[in-house]
């Protein structure tokens, strides 16, 4: 499978991943209804459903790298596996924690030649605009 579908397969159980954080957040639930919002109980097992499917199509040693920054990251500021690099003056940098990506790393990146991680946070690291 090309690089660039596993950057997919991550993002999208990212995306299932931080549905099931906000949808099971009492603080995030409580707010939802005060603006007369609710969501059906089978929404989250939806997701998680879709998480779990996603999960077995990756190779072992990328699943357990995910689930493990997942728990290592679930309650920080950026509460993500994966995470865009951005660009500032022709170099790349992690959004995860800011730090520069190394310029070779950064071109695989942009080029989505490869699954990079970053050297600082060890999250996973795509570049937005996805082929
Ligand atoms: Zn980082």
Redesign the pocket.
């Known amino acids: 499978m090309p690089m660039n579908e596993w950057l997919e397969i991550l993002l999208a159980i990212d995306n299932a991943e931080t549905y099931i954080n906000e949808l099971t957040n009492e603080r995030y639930l409580s707010k939802l209804k005060e603006i007369g919002m609710s969501f059906d109980e089978s929404t989250v097992v939806n997701f998680q459903n879709t998480k779990e499917k996603l999960l077995k199509k990756l190779p072992s040693d990328l699943k357990r790298e995910y689930l493990r920054l997942m728990k290592k990251y679930k309650d920080d500021l950026i509460p993500r596996a994966i995470?865009p690099a951005r660009e500032e003056r022709g170099e790349g940098y992690?959004v995860?924690?800011s730090?520069r990506i190394p310029a070779e790393v950064f071109q695989r990146v942009k080029n989505h030649l490869s699954v990079d991680r970053?050297e600082?946070?060890a999250?996973f690291i795509f570049w937005p605009p996805l082929p």
Do not use: M
């Open positions: 995470v992690c995860g924690c730090n970053c600082n946070c999250r």
